[in-house]
């Protein structure tokens, strides 16, 4: 079973247009995010859910809006897509406790704008 | 701000050398220190991780150290295989921010037969 999924893996949109990436989790975690891997390979936080509710929303365009429909799902809608959000996009969860655990992360999603 | 300095950015040895990939992090705060590989195309998985409350951590092959008073830590890989190959991101978190990760740079790692 996977752990961290999200779907689709590749999007090929054009400029404007507005995408959904829908992602789940079953390992029961609490916290769930959003980072955006750019082509140079570079990882970046974009959002973070704890039970349904958001806790961290980094500088982001507000084209973008994450909803999480209960804590195992986290899913990220782009309205009027632009050629700079072409990336891999990863949703990532992590149990919270006293110490921070590991973090897993989907398959990725490659957004490609045209 | 929250940054992490990753370096080198590409490593290329010989198979059965070691490698040492080091990392800086600014947040004195910060308690928890993963690293993960990604592969081509794949998605970033922990390879290990240390606390801050330990200075060394060792899994077979691989061994990560911390140096909190220079905010510094450091993953060394001994008899390298070609399978290493990949790129290796470092990461650190700290305690009551929901395991905000703030990740290096990555450093694309060679492994040559």
């Known amino acids: 079973d996977t752990a961290v999924s999200q779907t689709p893996k590749y999007l090929v949109t054009q400029m404007g247009n507005d995408k959904s990436i829908k992602c789940e989790q079953n390992l029961g975690h609490d916290t769930m995010y959003w980072y955006k891997q750019d082509s140079k390979k570079f990882l970046k936080i974009m959002f973070s859910?704890?039970?349904?509710?958001?806790?961290i929303n980094e500088t982001v365009p507000n084209r973008f809006s994450p909803k999480s429909p209960d804590k195992a799902h986290l899913n990220l809608h782009i309205n009027s897509l632009e050629l700079g959000d072409s990336a891999v996009y990863f949703c990532?969860?992590?149990?919270?406790?006293?110490?921070?655990?590991?973090?897993?992360f989907g398959q990725g999603t490659r957004l490609t704008v045209v | 701000g929250e940054n992490v300095e990753q370096h080198p950015s590409t490593l290329s040895v010989q198979e059965g050398d070691s490698a040492v990939i080091k990392c800086t992090y600014s947040?004195?705060?910060?308690?928890?220190f993963p690293w993960y590989k990604q592969e081509l195309g794949k998605r970033p998985q922990l390879i290990i991780d240390i606390r801050s409350n330990v200075g060394e951590k060792k899994d077979q092959r691989i061994a990560v150290t911390l140096n909190k008073t220079a905010k510094h830590f450091s993953l060394h890989i001994t008899e390298t295989q070609p399978e290493d190959s990949a790129v290796y991101f470092c990461a650190a978190s700290r305690p009551g921010g929901y395991n905000k990760l703030i990740f290096g740079a990555g450093t694309r790692l060679a492994v040559h037969p």
């Open positions: 947040d004195s705060a910060s308690n928890y």
């Open positions: 990532a969860s992590s149990q919270r406790g006293a110490w921070n655990t590991e973090a897993f």
């Open positions: 859910y704890n039970n349904k509710e958001l806790i």
